[in-house]
Nanobody
Framework: QVQLVESGGGLVQPGGSLRLSCAPSVRIFSTLAMDWYRQAPGKQRELVASITSTGSTTYADSVKGRFTISRDNAKKLVYLQMNSLKPEDTAVYYC????????????WGQGTQVIVSS
């Protein structure tokens, strides 16, 4: 059973920045496409950003130009750099593998809380 550990969240003022980290407990990480999701109170979980095994990235329109997803295959980590944060970015942030027809998502981790407030 893969465990997902997200970290780096916190309370930040509007316009501030945070960098989230995600460490999946897998033996082989470099071949995995990874996603960051978020779930705001009372809302469904939504996909925020994705990165392929080769480093190609895609973003939700709401975060494009402000968030950057990256990965460190040697450390088996995926990051989400969040800049110019807005109150509407407040949510619990989760990472997971990108689902394919052959591989479903892992069980969700606990996520990391991000609160953007003055």
């Amino acid at each position: 059973q893969v465990q997902l550990v997200e970290s780096g969240g916190g309370l930040v003022q509007p316009g501030g920045s945070l960098r989230l980290s995600c460490a999946p407990s897998v033996r082989i990480f470099s071949t995995l496409a990874m996603d960051w999701y978020r779930q705001a109170p009372g809302k469904q979980r939504e996909l925020v950003a994705s990165i392929t095994s080769t480093g190609s990235t895609t973003y939700a329109d709401s975060v494009k130009g402000r968030f950057t997803i990256s990965r460190d295959n040697a450390k088996k980590l995926v990051y989400l750099q969040m800049n110019s944060l807005k109150p509407e970015d407040t949510a619990v942030y989760y990472c997971n593998r990108h689902p394919t027809p052959y591989a479903v998502r892992w069980a969700w981790g606990q996520g990391t809380q991000v609160i953007v407030s003055s």
